[in-house]
């Protein structure tokens, strides 16, 4: 069964509770020689999305179809080639009228592209910070602010990272900026860092790290190098994902790409909506999947007991989502696209019971199992790695400064660590103060920034919800002298 | 606890696998493969999977002639497909002294049996329609040369040895050899000790390490060599391309990826595996020379391996003057895949004291005493 658009349901949202899409012009562009509608400001994959596409490319050996899934380029599933550049990944392109977009299977022709010939671009620069999220957009902000030559690569059109796609009030417990939404609160650090002069390189993609402190980045199919005098890297977290049969089919999603897809660019990823996993973020994104108008037909866990905050909880049970601990997903039905699910219950042991296998109606599966920190490039850099279960994965040793083992490379947010976005702001904040000072010369005041705004993240650890963290961040924090 | 082998294997690449792998076969299976991190982590997880018989040397093409034709039955052994693809390999001169000794090196290989010939640039063109022949003088191709996937070969070589009842043991370094007099007495471990009186070095870039450990000396050196893989496509290019004079080589893999690496004359010696701006920026800029579409295409990895060289760019096989039993699979350079079968087929001969297939006494570190050894000519990277 193959999705055509036209008589699908219309899949932009209209109306919302908290959100207005003020959507830009309406264009059209070509995928497979059919006009497909698309709005100022959409990517390539959300508005053929919208159009009802859900087979996006082909897994290279076996085959078997690929979909949207992470919407923030990190997973390649929805390749295509775009105006005869194959392997574009399409959720990270805006769409422009006119474009021509092809499915290119599982493998792509040898591609005949006119590249211009000139110089590369070879710059030498101060201070390179990698990733535009909250922890990103701080350290830019206080290195500006102390006379930093800043410049904030980012792979999106946009900055903001995470923040942008968080509607609900923030969880960010006690500090000013919670009550307020994710995306107002990125708005006005990315004008405030504008204000400063940081110079900001959108669509710039950073691929690896060379000595000394040199950055490769790529540009529009172009590749530019970057000497610096300091990186901090802030690039996020990657979705965790989870093993069980057909795993792969199209409408298994990131909960972070159906945000994406949702939140940002205003379109419903389907009808009927199976959540996995009941921490902070599947709660949070089913209840924001009801204000857009979906059903959430179960959320299932495999814990004992619900992970997330109980007042999200809460307004789930209210809406009738039944919330099923000691559950799992044993796997997705449908042959091109998900058609459905079975979900079982896990006993003490965390097996599968069996004969309790259940069927459920559904054409989405959202995976909302946890992050783990993005930093590939840190390991790249030689930086010492430890494995720490509470921040997610691995993650560099580090200095309270926040700075690694390598020489004036730091890192901040979920790079270093999953928490939430006011820790990385103030991580951001710290290695930001302290890698102007190690560059620049310290001075007094920046010195005062950074000590309030390591108290304040020590305040913010001590909650109940700070304990994991607070653990493991003990465990990866070294001297000074060690790095 | 003091645990006994009948032989310890230093190394879990293609080659001490490869030997463990040959030794189980003839019956032989009081052994056990230690490596310092995981299986393939050295050159044999790092390298080109290029299959070649055009050498310039007797021993090089009788050894790489040997092992192709192993390889062809090697799916059926390891009952996996290694992914073996015979597309050729295309060699490049660029200039007269290149071109007329391409004409030598076909008359030697010929001689041999391997059926390799001399092309004209336009004739080098009907194999790859997207090669920029402008600078290319001659060319000379051999059908049955051509490329495996490492891992594969590697892993199913791992799989068999342990069915075989062969113990491997990753991540256990060996931190010593214990001899008295020109005898082994055990193999120190950061997990232990291993009585033996027999060791096989097949630990690539780091085998003079190993051999120090036995009081031995080897002349190797490890040195990087970098390389890297692009976005699959559809088929394009059948052979592997390779030039001696720019050090470069590619081909595209069955996944369609193209992989490709080239040598720094300027490399200094020394155990460093990261990828260099050097490689990238060079690389990159010489393979368009060579086929220019490839300027839209991305480069999705680079990485970096040691290459084990020796000074006259051939392995050392055998045992050594100093210590008993202890037997060297190493140095080499870059082409320790290509002829893996059929050296470690003759190192486990060489171990049960059975006539080896090969004669391989040339082979032997003891032939760098003499002031007149012969170096390979036909050495990429
Ligand atoms: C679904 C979801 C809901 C959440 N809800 C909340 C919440 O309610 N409250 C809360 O406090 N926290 C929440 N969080 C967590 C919070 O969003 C993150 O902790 C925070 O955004 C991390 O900030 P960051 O700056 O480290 O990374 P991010 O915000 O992830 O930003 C990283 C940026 O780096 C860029 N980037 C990545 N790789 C590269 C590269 N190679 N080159 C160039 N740029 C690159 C990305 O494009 C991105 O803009 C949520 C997270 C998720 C996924
Ligand atoms: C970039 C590159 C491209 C190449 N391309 C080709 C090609 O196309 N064709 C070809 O035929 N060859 C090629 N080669 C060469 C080929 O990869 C090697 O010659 C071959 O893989 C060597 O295998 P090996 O088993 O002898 O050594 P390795 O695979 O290097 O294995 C040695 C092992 O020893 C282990 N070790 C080291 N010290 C210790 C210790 N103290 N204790 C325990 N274990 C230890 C290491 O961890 C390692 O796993 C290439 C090499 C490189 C680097």
């Known amino acids: 069964m193959v999705d055509v658009g036209g008589h699908m349901p219309e899949r932009r949202i209209k109306d919302h509770p908290v959100l207005e899409f003020e959507r830009g012009n309406e264009f059209y562009f070509d995928y497979e020689g059919k006009k497909v509608k698309a709005y100022e400001g959409e990517t390539i994959a959300s508005a053929l999305y919208a159009d009802g596409l859900r087979k996006f490319t082909e897994s290279k050996l076996l085959e078997r179809p690929r979909g949207f899934f992470c919407a923030i380029g990190k997973c390649s599933s929805c390749i295509m080639s775009v105006d005869g550049v194959p392997h574009t ?4 392109v805006l769409a422009k009228e006119g474009m021509k977009v092809e499915n290119q299977g599982a493998r792509p022709k040898f591609p005949f592209i006119e590249v211009e010939k000139g110089k590369r671009l070879e710059r030498d620069i101060g201070i390179a910070i990698v990733g535009g999220g909250p922890a990103g957009l701080t350290a830019a902000i206080i290195a500006a602010e102390h006379g930093a030559d800043v410049h ?56 690896g790290f060379y000595p000394e402190r040199t950055i490769a980045v790529e540009r529009d199919n172009r590749f530019e190098i970057y000497n610096t005098e300091g990186i901090i890297y802030a690039t996020g977290a990657i979705e965790n994902f989870l093993a069980f049969e057909n795993n792969d089919l199209p409408g298994v999603y990131g ?21 996995i996993g009941s ?41 009738g989502v039944p919330i099923n601990t000691r559950h799992t997903i ?46 590939e490039f840190l390991r790249q850099a030689g930086c010492e790695m430890e494995y720490i279960r509470e921040l997610g994965g691995y993650v560099p040793k580090r200095t309270e400064d926040m700075r690694t083992t390598t020489e004036r490379v730091y890192v901040a947010g979920d790079s270093a660590g999953i928490e939430e976005a006011t820790v990385a702001a103030l991580e951001g904040k710290i290695a930001g103060a302290a890698l102007t000072e190690e560059v620049y010369g310290s001075s007094k005041e920046l010195e005062k920034k950074k000590e309030e705004a390591k108290k304040s993240l020590e305040q913010m650890r001590m909650g109940p919800y700070g304990e994991a963290p607070r653990q493991g961040v003990k465990m990866c924090t070294v001297d000074e002298e060690v790095c | 606890m003091s645990e006994e082998a009948g032989v310890v294997i230093i190394g879990a690449g293609v080659n001490g696998l490869g030997t463990a792998y040959h030794l189980g076969k003839m019956g032989y299976d009081d052994v056990v493969v230690l490596d310092k991190s995981y299986i393939c982590s050295g050159a044999s997880g790092r390298n080109g999977g290029g299959i070649r018989q055009q050498w310039t040397s007797e021993e090089n093409i009788k050894l790489a002639l040997e092992s192709r034709k192993m390889f062809e039955k090697l799916n059926e052994e390891l009952e996996q497909d290694l992914e073996f693809y015979q597309g050729g390999y295309l060699v490049l001169a660029f200039d007269e002294d290149e071109s007329k000794d391409f004409k030598k090196n076909v008359k030697l290989q010929n001689s041999l049996g391997v059926e390799s010939q001399y092309l004209t640039p336009e004739e080098a063109k009907e194999i790859v ?73 097949a630990a690539g870039g780091w085998s003079s390490q190993i051999a120090e450990m036995a009081g031995a000396e080897i002349p190797n050196k490890p040195v990087r060599h970098e390389i890297m893989v692009t976005e699959p496509y559809k088929r394009f290019l ?33 155990v460093n595996q990261t990828g260099s701006l050097w490689f990238m920026k060079n690389f990159s800029k010489t393979l368009i020379d060579f086929i220019p579409r490839f300027s839209g295409v991305n480069m999705i990895r680079q990485w970096a391996g040691l290459y084990d060289t020796t000074p006259d760019a051939q392995p050392i096989l055998g045992t050594v003057p100093e210590v ?40 032997s570190v003891d032939r760098f005493e003499a002031d007149d050894f012969e170096a390979e000519g036909a050495v990429v990277g």
């Open chain 2, 238 to 270: 059948e052979p592997m391309v390779i030039s001696f004079k720019h050090g470069i080589y590619f081909s595209q893999s069955e996944h369609g990826n193209v992989v490709g690496g080239m040598g720094n004359p300027d490399e200094e010696v020394g």
């Open chain 1, 330 to 375: 044993k796997k997705a039905l449908g042959e091109e696209k998900v058609e459905g699910a079975i979900v079982q219950k896990i006993d003490e042991n965390w097996q599968p019971i069996e004969g309790t296998e259940r069927e459920v109606e559904c054409d989405v599966i959202c995976i909302a199992v946890g992050l783990h920190p993005d930093n």
């Open chain 1, 152 to 207: 904030l690569f980012d792979e999106g059109d946009k900055l903001g990272g995470q923040l942008v796609k968080q509607t609900h009030q923030f969880f960010g417990s006690h500090t000013e900026d919670a009550g307020i939404r994710g995306i107002h609160i990125a708005d006005e650090l990315i004008e405030r860092a504008q204000e400063l002069g940081v110079e900001f390189h959108n669509r710039s993609t950073v691929l």
């Open chain 1, 279 to 319: 921490g902070n973020v599947g709660v949070i994104v089913s209840y924001q999947l009801i204000q857009a108008g979906v059903d959430v037909v179960e959320v299932v866990e495999a814990l004992p007991e619900i992970g997330g905050y109980q007042v999200h909880a809460s307004k789930l049970r209210r809406a």
């Open chain 1, 255 to 275: 909960a972070g790409g159906v945000q994406t897809l949702m939140n940002e660019q205003g379109i419903v990823p389907g009808e009927k909506v199976l959540m």
């Open chain 1, 89 to 92: 990944r399409t959720c990270v």
């Open chain 2, 324 to 363: 008993e039993r202890f037997y060297q699979i190493n140095g080499f350079s870059g082409h320790g895949f290509m002829v893996s079968p059929v050296v470690d087929k003759v190192t486990a001969e060489l171990i049960l004291g059975k006539e080896p297939s090969m004669d391989i006494d040339r082979l």
């Open chain 2, 129 to 201: 329609p997207e090669l920029n022949i402008s600078d290319v003088v001659a060319a000379t191709f051999n059908q049955t040369d051509g490329t495996i996937y490492p891992f594969k070969v590697v892993n199913g070589y791992a799989n068999r040895v342990r069915e075989m009842g062969i113990d491997i043991r990753d991540h256990t370094e060996v931190l010593d050899i214990v001899t008295e007099g020109d005898e082994i007495k055990k193999v120190k471990t950061e997990a232990g000790d291993i009585k033996t009186d027999t060791v096989v070095n």
